[in-house]
C-alpha cells in the first residue's frame, strides 16, 4: 500500500461528483424520471445493474493500468 496516490483517488472521486452534477444540471427532469424507475424496479434489477456497472469500472481501470 506503500504505492497508495491519495491525490488521484480525490481527483476521481471528484470527478464522479463534476460528472454527475453535470447530469443533473443539464437534465435534471430525465435524471428524476431515471431515478423513479429505479425505484420501481426490483432490488435484482438494480443489484445487477450495480455489478455491471462495477465489473465495467474496474474493466476500465485495468485497461488504462495496461
Same mark, same amino acid.
Given at each position: 500500500m506503500e504505492n497508495f496516490d491519495v491525490d488521484l483517488l480525490l481527483r476521481a472521486l471528484g470527478l &464522479?461528483?463534476?460528472l454527475e &452534477?453535470?447530469?443533473w444540471a443539464a437534465f435534471?427532469?430525465?435524471t428524476r424520471r431515471v431515478l423513479e424507475d429505479v425505484v420501481r424496479n426490483g432490488e435484482k434489477a438494480v443489484r445487477s445493474? &450495480?455489478?455491471f456497472s462495477l465489473l465495467l &469500472?474496474?474493466?476500465l481501470c485495468?485497461?488504462?493500468?495496461l
Amino acid at each position: 500500500m506503500e504505492n497508495f496516490d491519495v491525490d488521484l483517488l480525490l481527483r476521481a472521486l471528484g470527478l &464522479g461528483f463534476v460528472l454527475e &452534477g453535470c447530469l443533473w444540471a443539464a437534465f435534471p427532469a430525465y435524471t428524476r424520471r431515471v431515478l423513479e424507475d429505479v425505484v420501481r424496479n426490483g432490488e435484482k434489477a438494480v443489484r445487477s445493474t &450495480g455489478i455491471f456497472s462495477l465489473l465495467l &469500472g474496474c474493466g476500465l481501470c485495468a485497461l488504462v493500468s495496461l
